[in-house]
Nanobody, 122 residues
Framework: QVQLVESGGGLVQAGGSLRLSCRAS????????MGWFRQAPGKEREFVAA????????YHADSVKGRFTISRDNARNTVYLQMNSLKSEDTAIYYC???????????????WGQGTQVTVSS
């Protein structure tokens, strides 16, 4: 099973930017669809974005469309989430995860990282 480690979270002012990274162990990274989810205190984990194995297909939640961009580098076993124009409501723990197809359904994602905290101050 693939191991995932997120990084890049932190404290940023509203309107600012952050880039999250998720590095996977093993040689099978390119065989997985990758996704980002987030969970705010007291709320359910929600879908943010997903990307196909090659990176040619992406899918973003309406709440982040036009502000966040998912990408991947299979040579580096890494998936990224570029977050621009951050809002206070983006504050959450952000998780990356693997799936077998491009989907927003949480139940279809298998391996998960430990998460990285993003805090946006207004």
């Amino acid at each position: 099973q693939v191991q995932l480690v997120e990084s890049g979270g932190g404290l940023v002012q509203a309107g600012g930017s952050l880039r999250l990274s998720c590095r996977a162990s093993g040689r099978t990274f390119s065989t997985y669809v990758m996704g980002w989810f987030r969970q705010a205190p007291g709320k359910e984990r929600e879908f943010v974005a997903a990307i196909s194995r090659s990176g040619g297909e992406t899918y973003h939640a309406d709440s982040v469309k036009g502000r966040f961009t998912i990408s991947r580098d299979n040579a580096r076993n890494t998936v990224y989430l570029q977050m621009n124009s951050l809002k206070s409501e983006d504050t959450a723990i952000y998780y990356c995860a693997t799936a077998l197809r491009v989907t927003s359904q949480l139940k279809e994602f298998g391996s998960w990282g430990q998460g990285t905290q993003v805090t946006v101050s207004s």
